[in-house]
C-alpha cells in the first residue's frame, strides 16, 4: 500500500528457492527425518527411481507448507503479534530433485509429464512418546486411489509430449552443498512461456486435512514454539494455506529410458521413532520384472486408478508409503490478492460492474487487475463486523473468533465474475486479484475502485 500515491500496490514480484535436503539448512520438519538410504533394505531400492521408470509409473508425492520453511499464516512479527501473508499465493515455476548417489547421466523418458494440485490430506506422522498419551495419526496421509488425494483437479505443468532428457550439464548445487537436478517443467523456454501453478492459492475455498491434527501439525508444533501464537484449523477444516503441494508425475515405459538414475528419500514416520511406516507420503504404482527374471510388468499411468506399489521379484509391494523426497522448489511472487469489507445496500439490489482506475486497457503490459463478487442476504453484526477487515482470514471469511457471521445469498459462498449473479443480494464483497509480470517483474497499481447498486 503505497498512501503517499494513493494507490494500492502488489507484493514486489521476485523469484526465490526453498531446498528440502538431509542438512541442517532445510526446515527442522525436514532435518529431523533419516533419510531412506540409512534405514531402507537393499531390497526396496528400485522404489528410488520413481518417477524416472522404464517400466512405466504414476506417482504422487507431498510437499508440507512447514517442510518448505514456511509458517501456516506467514511470516510472525513477534513485536507487534502480528502475520504477513507473505508467503501465501506462491507462484511454482519449477522443482527439482536429489540424486541419491550424485551419479548423473544423459537419459530419456520421452512421455512425461508432470501436474500439481493442493493434498486433501496433510500427513501427521508425530509420536509423542513422553508418558501418558502417545498420540499419532496413521491415517492423516496419502490414499492408494490417487485422485482421492486431489483438493482441486490438478494442473498440467509438463505435459506429456514434451518428454525428459535428462542432461547433467543441468545440475546445480544448493547453498547447502547438495546436488540437485531440475525436473523438465520450464526448462529451456524463455520466460514468456512459463507455466505456473499457485500454491496456497487463496482463491480454493475446499478444505482437508480429515484424519489428522490439522494445522498447525503437532510436528511443527513441537519444533517451532512460534506457532502456537496462532489458532489454526481444525482436523477436516485445513483450507490451502495449510495444506501440501502435491506432486504428481506420469511415466509412459519406454525402452530408451536407461533408469540408472535414483532419488534420494526420507522416511518421516521414523522421525520419532514410531517405526509405524505411517502416514504416507506417496502413493506409486510401478511396472517392474516378474519372478521368472524376464517377463515384463508395465504400468500405464494413464489407465493406474488405484496405486499398488511396485513390482520386486513379481510381488508388488503397498502402494502407499512414507517416501518423502528431497527436492527444490522455485517461486515466484506474481499474484497479490485482497478482500474487501461487506458494502451494506441496505436493501435488495441490483448491482453493477465495478469500475476500476485505472482501466484494465491502460494497465502495463502482462499484468491485470481482476475482481470477484459474492453476496449475503445478512451480516451480524452489520456496522461493526461486516465493516472491519480485522474480521477476515485470508480467503475473506470471517475470522475465528470475530463473532461475525454471514448467511451468504441463496446459500452460495463463491465468487463470480459477473456481479448481476448477486442481483438481490444486500451486501457485497470483492476479492481484487493483482498479477504482475514474472518476465519484466512489472506491477499493476489501484488507484480506485467502485462498485454501484439500485434498490
Not at 232 to 246: K, N
Not at 387 to 409: C, I, K, M, T
Request: proline share 7%; hydrophobic share 35%.
Amino acid at each position: 500500500r503505497e498512501l503517499s500515491s494513493g494507490s494500492i500496490v502488489p507484493r514486489s514480484p521476485t523469484r526465490f528457492s526453498k531446498f528440502l535436503d538431509a542438512t541442517s539448512d532445510s526446515a527442522p520438519t525436514v532435518t529431523i527425518m533419516p533419510p531412506s538410504d540409512l534405514l531402507t533394505p537393499t531390497w526396496l531400492q528400485p522404489s528410488e527411481t520413481a518417477p524416472l521408470s522404464k517400466f512405466g509409473n504414476r506417482v504422487m508425492a507431498v510437499w508440507r507448507y512447514h517442510d518448505l520453511g514456511f509458517s501456516l499464516y506467514g511470516t510472525h512479527n513477534t513485536t507487534t503479534a502480528e502475520f504477513h501473508d507473505d508467503t501465501f499465493n506462491l507462484d511454482v515455476e519449477g522443482i527439482s530433485w536429489n540424486p541419491l548417489d550424485g551419479n548423473l547421466s544423459v537419459d530419456l523418458y520421452p512421455d512425461f509429464q508432470m501436474e500439481l494440485a493442493h493434498c486433501r490430506w496433510l500427513p501427521e506422522e508425530f509420536v509423542d512418546f513422553s508418558g501418558k498419551n502417545p498420540v499419532n495419526w496413521p491415517q492423516s496421509g496419502l490414499v492408494p486411489t490417487f485422485d482421492a488425494n486431489l483438493l482441486e483437479p490438478s494442473t498440467i505443468v509438463h505435459p506429456r509430449q514434451k518428454g525428459y532428457t535428462i542432461l547433467p550439464l543441468n545440475s546445480f548445487s544448493t547453498s547447502s552443498g547438495t546436488l540437485m537436478m531440475p525436473y523438465p517443467w520450464n526448462r529451456d523456454i524463455p520466460l514468456a512461456n512459463h507455466l505456473y501453478w499457485t500454491y496456497r492459492d487463496t482463491s480454493v475455498l475446499a478444505v482437508g486435512g480429515e484424519l489428522g491434527q490439522g494445522a498447525p501439525t503437532r510436528t511443527e508444533l513441537a519444533l517451532d514454539p512460534s506457532s502456537k501464537a496462532y489458532a489454526g484449523y481444525s482436523s477436516g477444516e485445513v483450507p490451502s494455506i495449510g495444506l501440501p503441494m502435491l506432486m504428481q508425475f506420469r511415466n509412459v515405459s519406454s525402452a530408451s529410458s536407461a533408469m540408472v538414475h535414483r532419488l534420494r528419500t526420507a522416511d518421516p514416520s521414523f522421525a520419532d521413532l514410531g517405526m509405524v511406516f505411517a502416514p504416507y507420503f506417496r502413493a506409486i504404482s510401478e511396472g517392474g520384472i516378474e519372478s521368472d527374471g524376464t517377463t515384463v510388468n508395465f504400468v500405464d499411468p494413464y489407465a493406474a486408478i488405484t496405486a499398488e506399489g511396485f513390482m520386486i521379484n513379481g510381488v508388488n509391494t503397498l502402494g502407499t508409503d512414507d517416501k518423502f523426497y528431497y527436492g527444490q522448489a522455485d517461486f515466484v511472487v506474481r499474484i497479490s490478492r485482497v478482500h474487501s469489507i461487506w458494502f451494506n445496500s441496505g436493501g435488495l439490489s441490483e448491482w453493477t460492474t465495478a469500475v476500476v482506475e485505472p482501466s484494465v486497457a491502460t494497465l502495463p503490459q502482462g499484468t491485470s487487475i481482476q475482481v470477484h463478487y459474492r453476496g449475503a442476504a445478512s451480516v451480524a453484526p452489520a456496522a461493526t463486523g461486516a465493516q472491519n477487515a480485522n474480521n477476515l482470514d485470508p480467503y475473506g471469511d470471517a475470522r475465528s473468533g470475530s463473532n461475525v457471521s454471514v448467511g451468504f445469498f441463496q446459500g452460495d459462498n463463491t465468487w463470480k465474475s459477473n456481479v448481476s449473479e448477486l442481483n438481490g443480494a444486500q451486501f457485497l464483497q470483492m476479492r481484487i486479484t493483482m498479477i504482475s509480470n514474472a518476465t519484466s517483474m512489472v506491477s499493476p497499481s489501484l488507484r480506485g475502485i467502485g462498485v454501484s447498486w439500485r434498490r
